[in-house]
């Protein structure tokens, strides 16, 4: 090696013991978790629960900023133009990372390169629910009855671009069947219109629903996921009502900024996972209708790819268009 170039090097890895040490020491103040919608809903839920226990195990408070609008695009852009440094990070949820980029051309973030993932935090199906009035009690009835009457039966959503829009767009397609979108602003007037049989069928999250269920206001046909909800245990999926690869749950997750040291990762990944193995956490993650998560940084990035390339092709096939 050249004089010059040993003089390089040794500057470059002078630049980088300071780096190293820093991860070694991390955390070393409060960390910020950014939560891209409004206080209440199911990320600023799951943020909280994990943000509190990550306070405890770090040793450093880990304080929540409640970011909300566009869908979860202005939270995540203040993190992915955060400096690396481990002290601002996201609690992700599906839309902006996996289904927005299908429906946005120009999102103020790239999904694909401006974060590192840490760990899956939730993931909660969505609830195949019907009005009792509908004569099915199965998916395999409901696919017959939306064949008989093509383009009849409604399903709601709380907007275009929804998880429970997406849901009815990817079933339609998978089950061959034609029904009718009916989009809402927010789930209160939807499932006021559900419970009282002006809408069909709902696509919905649990805990709004479940209520409903057990009153026998709504009957539960089918669950969203691939294999069944460890809370719903004798709800069959849609893939057994004879819907094969039907897969769709809302998910959430904790990211950094692209760039940020591959220990302060791995710190992070460690304690969440850890957090999410104990049993108080499980059970608030219950209440949100949710199983709790706790992959690798390494699984959580190709799950996130692999969501990103499946709703991309159900939004392309079903044409959806934002409001």
């Known amino acids: 090696m050249s004089k010059l170039g040993r003089v390089t090097a040794a500057i470059v890895a002078a630049a980088l013991i300071p780096m190293a ?6 955390p070393t103040r409060a960390i910020r978790m950014v939560i891209g919608f409004p206080p209440g809903g199911g990320t600023d839920i799951v943020g909280r629960i994990v943000a509190q226990k990550l306070s405890e195990s770090l040793g450093q408070q880990v304080l929540p900023d409640n970011r909300g609008g566009a869908s979860g695009q202005i939270g995540t852009e203040i993190v992915a133009k955060s400096a690396p440094d481990g002290y601002t990070l996201l609690m992700a949820h599906i839309a902006a990372l996996s289904i927005l980029p299908s429906l946005v051309p120009k999102l103020p973030y790239d999904p694909a390169k401006d974060f590192a ?21 199965n998916v395999k009835e409901l696919v017959a009855l939306a064949r008989a009457r093509p383009g009849e039966l409604q399903f709601s959503s709380v907007g275009s671009g929804s998880i429970q829009h997406i849901a009815g767009e990817m079933f339609k397609l998978q089950a061959k069947v034609d029904m009718l979108h009916v989009p809402y602003k927010g789930s209160g007037q939807s499932i006021i219109d559900l419970v009282s049989g002006q809408i069909h069928m709902d696509f919905g999250a649990i805990p709004p629903v479940l209520s409903h269920v057990k009153s026998g206001r709504l009957r539960a046909i089918a669950v969203t996921s691939e294999k069944r909800f460890s809370l719903l245990p004798e709800i069959p999926t ?35 996972a850890k957090i999410l193995r104990q049993p108080d956490v499980r059970a608030k993650l219950a209440n949100v209708g949710a199983d709790p998560g706790g992959n690798s940084p390494e699984e959580f990035a190709a799950f996130i790819r692999a969501e990103r390339t499946k709703y991309a092709r159900v939004v392309k096939d079903a044409q959806i268009k934002l409001d």
């Open 21 to 26: 040490a820093s991860a070694q020491q991390y």
């Open 117 to 137: 993932p840490i760990s899956l935090a939730a993931i909660a199906p969505n609830l195949l629910v019907v009005h009792p009035s509908l004569p099915v009690r």
């Open 238 to 272: 849609i893939s057994e009502g004879g819907v094969p690869g039907f897969d769709m749950s809302t998910w959430w997750g904790l990211v950094a900024p692209a760039g940020v040291a591959k220990e302060v990762v791995a710190r992070l990944h460690t304690e969440t």
